[in-house]
Nanobody
């Protein structure tokens, strides 16, 4: 059974940093597309960043470009999201997602099949 387990959420002040991790198991990691999404109270879920594990190609939402970095650790089958210069509007429940890459496509509009339970990120001033 595919499993995604997020960790690294927490509370920080504005301008601070956090690093989220998503451990993937029972999956062909090398052919995966992985993404980070977030959902704030009263808002729709939005894609934050994606990474094509095989090529390393990444995509970011405009709201996080230059502040967030998605990467992967193949040895640990983990996707990482380094979040710097955090703002109050980054406060949300962050989810990790994965799917097998189809036709080399992996981006913010990709339909993901498997999801983690989420980890809370709270940014306060």
């Amino acid at each position: 059974q595919v499993r995604l387990e997020e960790s690294g959420g927490g509370s920080v002040q504005t301008g601070g940093s956090l690093r989220l991790s998503c451990a993937l198991s029972q999956y062909d990691f090398a052919t995966a597309c992985m993404g980070w999404f977030r959902q704030a109270p009263g808002k729709e879920r939005e894609a934050v960043a994606t990474i094509h594990i095989g090529t390393g190609t990444t995509h970011y939402a405009d709201s996080v470009k230059g502040r967030f970095t998605i990467s992967q650790d193949g040895a640990k089958m983990t996707a990482l999201l380094q979040m710097n210069s955090l703002k109050a509007e980054d406060t949300a429940l962050y989810y990790c997602a994965a799917r097998a890459v189809v036709n080399s496509l992996c981006g913010l509009r990709t339909l993901f099949e498997d999801w983690g339970q989420g980890t809370q990120v709270t940014v306060s001033s």
